[in-house]
T-cell receptor, first 113, second 112 residues
Framework: GEQVEQLPSILRVQEGSSASINCSYE??????FPWYKQEPGENPKLIID?????ERKQIQELIVLLDKKAKRFSLHITDTQPGDSAMYFC????????????FGTGTRLQVLP | EAAVTQSPRNKVTVTGGNVTLSCRQT?????MYWYRQDTGHGLRLIHY???????QIGDVPDGYKATRTTQEDFFLLLELASPSQTSLYFC???????????FGPGTRLTVL
């Protein structure tokens, strides 16, 4: 089945700078790639997603890039703020079973003042 | 926003104990999921269901049973709990033909 690798596990950035999280997947038929944000003590919430028919998607300060050839996708947060400090999970939905996604291991982002 | 509730929110049991975690969603979503969250492993799928009476095996099912009694209710059963099942458990639901999953608040389970 699908497997997703996520790096780095911990990311510290200065407030106002950019943060990047990278994920890779194995199933070339995977067609949907969501990103979830989990604040301390809270549940994960979807923040942005991209489908395989797109290479780039942006929602405000969030940018997702998808490289299907390399089987990699990434989340970029521009102009980070303290409220961006959280755990971030990437995920991929495989091509054979579209009823579930496989999550990466998570990145803890700390935005330093 | 979709409403997913879980109970209990915290549970402590002993090795060999019997535990039932409950999840309810009130948005008529077809799909419901049980995950466990552990540091270094992210969110791992235990079981899921696409409707009342249906059960699908997830990626880490060993030691867990599940039952979907109604469209709203999905239960996770640990019949012989072990310390390795100490974890944070999340339930999630999803509407058919939509990709977004909505997560409940989580249940922290400790097996002594």
């Amino acid at each position: 089945g699908e497997q997703v690798e996520q790096l780095p596990s911990i990311l510290r950035v200065q407030e106002g700078s950019s943060a990047s999280i990278n994920c890779s997947y194995e199933d070339s038929a995977s067609n949907y790639f969501p990103w979830y944000k989990q604040e301390p003590g809270e549940n994960p919430k979807l923040i942005i997603d991209i489908r395989s028919n797109m290479e780039r998607k942006q929602i405000q300060e969030l940018i997702v890039l998808l490289d299907k050839k390399a089987k990699r996708f990434s989340l970029h947060i521009t102009d980070t703020q303290p409220g961006d400090s959280a755990m971030y999970f990437c995920a991929a939905r495989g091509g054979t079973n579209t009823n579930k996604v496989v999550f990466g291991t998570g990145t803890r982002l700390q935005v330093l003042p | 926003e979709a409403a997913v509730t879980q109970s209990p929110r915290n549970k402590v049991t002993v090795t060999g104990g019997n535990v039932t975690l409950s999840c309810r969603q009130t948005n008529s979503h077809n799909y419901m999921y049980w995950y466990r969250q552990d540091t270094g492993h992210g969110l791992r799928l235990i079981h899921y269901s696409y409707g009342a009476g249906n059960l699908q095996i997830g990626d880490v099912p060993d030691g867990y049973k599940a039952t979907r009694t109604t469209q709203e209710d999905f239960f996770l059963l640990l019949e012989l709990a072990s310390p390795s099942q100490t974890s944070l458990y999340f339930c999630a639901s999803r509407r058919q033909n939509y990709a977004e999953q909505f997560f409940g608040p989580g249940t922290r389970l400790t097996v002594l």
